[in-house]
T-cell receptor, first 118, second 111 residues
């Protein structure tokens, strides 16, 4: 099956610092990658949609200058949380759509990155 | 995407079948019915999807009502590892790739 990895799985940082999270599709090429955020006991909320070689599309209410997304290749997308604050502490999850499965639109999710900002 | 309605939580006993319902009365003719589940502290994983006919795979079965206004995810023999939040999501293909997650159903499995 298609595998998506995230790194790091867990990160603790000080307020004001920046944190980069990597999302990789390991055994397939992804047309599109997505970034979600999930607060405790809540559902996933889409933050942005990322296509290789183009600017990410951010959901309403998500600051593009704070959550920088770079999609350098068909297998790698990065999310950088800039000047992190405690309210940015959350579970960040990426997903990817398989290039050859556009008809069924199945998404493959990474294991998530738990960010704690002190 | 059309909206889905699921019970907040359900309980099941281990080794027994589980039927997880989903209502989607405003489903359109091109909407696929997708199910994902999320185990604690993990990313969601794909379970199954269908359009009109019932579907079976190694994880579960999907029963779709004839009018498509509801569907049921069936776990034939629940195990403790099936305890998760199950999300029923409608996807209008090729209406875009994003998934809109609702509240889902938290399945608790008792030994």
């Amino acid at each position: 099956g298609a595998v998506v990895s995230q790194h790091p799985s867990r990160v603790i940082c000080k307020s004001g610092t920046s944190v980069k999270i990597e999302c990789r599709s390991l055994d397939f090429q992804a047309t599109t990658m997505f970034w979600y955020r999930q607060f405790p006991k809540k559902s996933l909320m889409l933050m942005a949609t990322s296509n290789e070689g183009s600017k990410a599309t951010y959901e309403q209410g998500v600051e593009k200058d704070k959550f920088l997304i770079n999609h350098a290749s068909l297998t790698l997308s990065t999310l950088t949380v800039t000047s992190a604050h405690p309210e940015d502490s959350s579970f960040y999850i990426c997903s990817a759509s398989h290039l050859r499965e556009v008809d069924t639109d199945t998404q493959y999710f990474g294991p998530g990155t738990r960010l704690t900002v002190l | 995407d059309a909206k889905t309605t699921q019970p907040n939580s359900m309980e099941s006993n281990e080794e027994e079948p589980v039927h997880l319902p989903c209502n989607h009365s405003t489903i359109s003719g091109t909407d696929y019915i997708h199910w994902y589940r999320q185990l604690p502290s993990q990313g969601p994983e794909y379970v199954i999807h269908g359009l009109t006919s019932n579907v079976n795979n190694r994880m579960a079965s999907l029963a779709i009502a004839e009018d498509r206004k509801s569907s049921t995810l069936i776990l034939h023999r629940a195990t403790l590892r099936d305890a998760a939040v199950y999300y029923c999501i409608l996807r209008d293909v090729p209406g875009g790739n994003m998934l809109t997650f609702g509240g889902g159903t938290r399945l608790m499995v008792k030994p």
